[in-house]
């Protein structure tokens, strides 16, 4: 079990505004095996209680969603959010989703993680409209939710609660949830597209990534990870690769939406190519709800523009 959690524990993609201390938390104790096997050990103890705790934190009001804008290169505008899960531990601090994400995967409480997550994105997204702020939400799915063949029932269901039209909700998965039992993703893939909602793929680029499978599938959106779009305006072999990614994906009849933008140069690049939209601390960082429609009403545009 200790090699499950710790292989796991490092699958999660890291996304903005999240410190992932426990990755780096190692010192040697003088440099012994002896002191790595106690790293380990209270690594492990560690993750067997924050799944213990895992069960609770949705009691406890734990969770938190924070929010990060993605701004249309050509408009200037902010079309949407993407709603990204925060657990602030009453005792641990802040626990990155790197951690506590596949734990509940491993446990199968991902379902009641992707539930609260899905209603509260909703619910903040049906205040913003009816205050005037008139955005798409994006929600990131796990692997075990594209193998419930009753997920999109759910999906369906809190859409309806809070009375949002099912274009308004992006739904992003990864490419390695495909690879993984193709047959049954494919068709849960295809009722969450047949309900009216968006599909986009996450972190294009991150690994081993390829345009040419993804024809037949009702993805929309391709998102570039921010790996290759970060320092693009000085690594050639990065900018290449993403406007070929850019140009391809747009036969294809697919959105690109380039993550990490930091800088006004690599945003130019982007606009230069024909990327549709960005996201990244350029912009901004992810914050709380309050914080987002601050930010909208005062100054929620393109600093490019």
Not at 95 to 120: K, N, R, Y
Not at 267 to 276: D, S, T
């Amino acid at each position: 079990m200790l090699n499950t959690l710790m292989y796991m524990g490092n699958s999660w993609g890291n996304d903005y505004g999240v410190n992932n201390h426990e990755n780096n938390s190692f010192q040697p104790r003088h440099g012994t095996i002896a002191g790595f096997y106690h790293y380990l050990q209270d690594k492990y103890l560690h993750h067997l209680r924050l799944i213990n705790e895992l069960q609770d934190c949705l009691e406890r009001d734990e969770l938190n969603l924070c929010y990060q804008p993605l701004i249309d290169l050509e408009t200037g505008r902010t079309t949407r959010v993407e709603a990204l899960l925060r657990w602030q531990h009453k005792h641990s601090g802040s626990i990155s989703p790197e951690i506590f994400i596949p734990l509940a995967e491993q446990t199968g409480q991902i379902h009641a993680l992707t539930s609260w997550v899905l209603d509260h994105a909703l619910q903040q997204l049906h205040a913003w409209i009816s205050g005037g702020i008139n955005i798409d939400i994006a929600v990131n799915l796990s692997m075990c939710n594209l193998h419930d063949e009753n997920f999109p029932a759910l999906v369906i269901g809190l859409l309806d609660k809070w009375s949002i039209p099912p274009e308004l909700l992006i739904l992003e998965i990864t490419e390695g949830m495909i690879m993984y039992d193709p047959e049954l993703t494919i068709r849960v893939l295809r009722k969450l597209n047949d309900l009216g909602a968006r599909l986009a793929l996450d972190d294009f680029g991150a690994g081993y990534s390829s345009l040419s499978h993804l024809a037949g599938l009702p993805i929309t959106e391709l998102k570039i990870d921010r790996t290759l779009i970060m320092d693009m305006d000085k690594n050639s072999k990065n900018a290449l690769i993403v406007r070929s990614t850019i140009e391809l994906a747009r036969k294809l009849d697919m959105k690109i939406t380039a993550e990490g933008v930091e800088n006004a140069a690599v945003c130019n690049i982007l606009k230069e190519y024909g990327c549709n939209s960005a996201q990244g601390y350029f912009f901004s960082k992810p914050v709380n709800d309050i914080e987002f429609t601050s930010w909208f009403s005062n100054s929620g545009r393109d600093p490019c523009n």
